[in-house]
């Protein structure tokens, strides 16, 4: 019976690089979605309460204000764009597509490595000043296409 059917092949392997691949897309798409609230909520923003509006979107209201007390342009700025301790936010968003693109590093081309590498190290050199509300659509802008601006 083993004969006729092997029990060695490249299931696993093709289901353990599928869900990276899933995965990595996911963890992109995440960066470009909240690039867009940001943006939308900056745009047409008239008081702090649209900046909570991000918050219940994302279920993140609890978390924010355990850590940052009230809502407002730049408190939300900082947590969705520079903490790397918040679960849902892009540092830690880029840092974990990352990680799954280095798992399938045989499988994806260079460029696309380099891409990510760069896209990575920009996002994770943001400071405050790059997300202040005068650059804040400047940095928003950049992750939504994931082409680095320059600085």
């Not at 009230?70 to 947590?79: L, P, Y």
């Not at 540092?91 to 490595?113: C, G, H, K, V, Y």
Request: charged letters at 25%; hydrophobic letters at 45%.
């Amino acid at each position: 019976m083993s004969d006729i059917l092997p029990r060695s092949g490249p299931g696993p392997l093709v289901a353990r690089h599928a869900g990276g691949l899933l995965w990595l897309a996911r963890y992109i798409e995440r960066v470009e979605n909240l690039a867009r609230l940001m943006d939308v909520t900056e745009s047409f923003a008239h008081d702090d309460s649209a900046w909570l509006s991000i918050l219940r979107i994302n279920g993140d209201e609890a978390r924010f204000v355990a850590r940052n007390g009230e809502a407002g342009q730049a408190s939300v700025a900082r947590f969705y764009l520079l903490d790397g301790e918040n679960p849902t936010s892009v540092q830690t968003s880029i840092t974990w597509a990352r990680e799954n693109a280095r798992t399938l590093r045989a499988l994806i081309s260079t460029e696309m490595w380099l891409h990510l590498n760069v896209f990575h190290a920009r996002i994770r050199a943001l400071t405050e000043a790059d997300v202040a509300p005068d650059r804040m659509s400047t940095v928003c802008a950049m992750l939504k296409v994931r082409r680095p601006i320059p600085a």
